[in-house]
């Protein structure tokens, strides 16, 4: 079982940092690995609930993309105010009307997806692959 550590400043008496190993009652390793679990689910979530409201806007586009078959994949940064910032092509799509269409569903999803407060007010770093596969 891995040990917490804590770094404690020694009394004026030598002016070092000594770090002390600390036990930790289990009951209190179950309440922080806790929160930790529902914080890495609630961020989960939120990730799903940006790609599926990328994934409804992805036919909003001005062209016929109904015969489309092919993905594209972006990435892009999520601000604290739930904002995409620096929308990057990683891989095409083959189809420049696609890639277009997908990064037209980003641009339009952005801001649309409110964070949990437990999930935090950092930003994140996301790639998505928008999927077309004949009218899906």
Same mark, same amino acid.
Do not use: C, W
């Given at each position: ?9 020694? @009394? ?50 001005? @062209? ?22 620096? &929308? ?13 269409? @997908?990064?037209? @569903? &980003? ?10 407060? &437990? ?18």
């Amino acid at each position: 079982m891995p040990a917490d550590f804590t770094i404690a400043a020694a @009394a004026p008496m030598e002016n070092t940092l000594a770090l002390e190993q600390m036990e930790v009652p289990d009951e209190s390793r179950s309440a922080e690995s806790s929160a930790r679990r529902r914080r890495r689910l609630a961020r989960e979530r939120y990730f799903q609930r940006v790609q599926e409201t990328v994934e409804r806007y992805k036919f909003h586009y001005d @062209a016929d993309l109904s015969g489309l078959l092919g993905n594209a994949l972006y990435s892009f940064r999520i601000l604290p105010d739930d904002t995409f910032t620096d &929308i990057r092509l990683r891989r095409s799509s083959g189809d420049p009307l696609m890639d277009a269409a @997908a990064l037209n @569903a &980003i641009r339009t999803a952005s801001g649309k997806v409110k964070r949990p407060e &437990i999930v935090g007010r950092q930003t994140f770093l996301l790639s998505i692959a928008v999927k077309y596969q004949l009218n899906m």
